[in-house]
């Protein structure tokens, strides 16, 4: 009999099992990765984490697992601009916002993110994941509605835990319309919540005529575009720029974990909304304030998105060069039109030695697989960054087309 193999969905909260007795039973899949021959999940590195990194044991790889697309988070310019801030504020805020850790920093970071978002005002929170957790958290009860695509991020599904949910096929205008007519009038705010770039697939949203249809049924908008500002769009401005959106809508979500290449997040929306979030958003109300190094950093990094638009430029013309290496050679990398680029497996244990061949000829890959997406999805997720050189994109695309004559991934 076939040996069962284990996902993270078998160990998840449950009624039949106690939290000590669901984390002894947990062992059974860290065996089963230990038996796949590599290690999959929290690998310890040695170095930055971009292009090139040296990841335990002591091995050097080029590396697609960064979000750091812009090469943001290596630049002397972002490096001395965090030291800068640290030598005249301190290492720490040492306090939430709303108390006393709200500096003059923060307050320009939030203004010039505003701006370039297209929204009235801006606020910081101190994590990505935070920023959507707290404000849905905020605005969301018992007598509202949030209407999702099912592939949007965890800590949006973190934050509407206190709320209704209803979740439409992804980006099916006709679902969404259908859905959105049949709430009408039943719940006091209705929010449709996508993301600009969706994480897993590196597809779009299809914002315009996600747009017009909110606007004819009078539901707010919220886009988490994590993945899109700083790289969508003539000038970086994101995905609402990338289709003529700005100031179309209603809530702009984002981190500056990816295209900034720090931590922390924001929301931008109007100034009514940002000053009740202040007092109401509970992740940050109750947070301290990210750090001043961070600060100046995500300033340099916004200045020099702003400015330097070869940065982005570089970063696309990776994106294509390795399309067309993947797509030439047969690779399936879905409907991607960003920089992450899925490359389709569709089998939980073949992606799992894919990765681990991978990681044991120098190229380190994370196999994405069930829950994370569903069952027949599975794939190697791989981030392309401005800060590759082509000899890195050819060693991925190379190694690929060898394991293909072993595993058969097309």
């Known amino acids: ?27 059974k899949y860290i065996d089963q990765l230990a038996r796949t021959g590599y290690k ?7 170095t930055c984490v971009g292009p090139e990194m040296c990841i335990e044991p002591d091995r050097n790889v080029v590396s697609f697992v960064a979000n750091d697309y812009l090469g943001m988070s290596q630049r002397p310019e972002t490096i001395e601009a965090g030291i800068s801030a640290i030598r005249k504020y301190g290492t720490g805020a040492c306090a939430a916002q709303s108390i006393g850790g709200y500096l003059d920093i923060h307050r320009q970071l939030e203004i010039e993110i505003a701006d370039f978002t297209g929204q ?31 592939f949007i991020h965890k800590s949006v599904l973190d934050g509407l835990k206190g709320t209704n949910v209803k979740t439409v096929v992804h980006n099916d205008l006709e679902h969404l319309d259908i859905t959105l007519k049949n709430v009408k009038n039943k719940f006091r705010t209705k929010l449709v919540v996508i993301d600009g770039v969706y994480s897993q697939d590196g597809d779009l949203s299809r914002l315009p005529e996600i747009v017009e249809i909110c606007k004819a049924h009078e539901a707010l908008l919220m886009v988490d575009d994590a993945h899109g500002i700083g ?13 003529d959106c700005l100031g179309k809508i209603d809530i702009i979500t984002g981190t500056f974990s990816k295209a900034f290449g720090c931590i922390g997040g924001f929301v931008a929306a109007s100034r009514k909304l940002i000053q009740y979030l202040r007092f109401y958003a509970n992740n940050n109300v109750f947070s301290a304030a990210i750090t001043p190094q961070v600060t100046g950093s995500v300033l340099k990094s916004l200045e020099l998105i702003k400015t330097r638009p070869e940065i982005r430029k570089k970063l696309w013309d990776n994106v294509s060069y390795i399309r067309k290496r993947l797509i030439q050679n047969g690779f399936d990398i879905g409907n991607s039109a960003s920089p992450i680029i899925p490359i389709m497996v569709r089998d939980n244990e073949k992606v799992q030695k894919i990765a681990g061949l991978l990681q044991e000829n120098g190229i380190f890959v994370i196999g994405i697989v069930y829950p994370a997406v569903r ?19 050819d060693k991925l695309a190379d190694m690929l ?5 072993i595993v058969n991934i097309i």
């Open 1 to 27: 009999m076939k040996e069962k193999h284990y996902s993270l969905k078998d160990f998840e909260l449950s009624a039949g099992a106690n939290a000590v007795e669901r984390a002894n039973d947990f062992q």
């Open 40 to 46: 999959s999940y929290w690998i310890r590195s040695n």
């Open 120 to 150: 009235e005002d801006a606020i910081l929170f101190s994590s990505g994941f935070g920023v959507n957790a707290g404000i849905l958290n905020a605005l969301l009860g018992e007598n509202d509605i949030a209407v999702i695509d099912p």
């Open 231 to 243: 790289v969508m769009g003539t000038n970086g401005r994101g995905t609402a720029e990338h289709f």
């Open 375 to 393: 069952i027949k999805e599975s794939r190697l997720r791989t981030s392309i960054l401005a800060s590759h050189e082509t000899k890195h994109l």
């Open 401 to 405: 087309i060898k394991i293909n004559k």
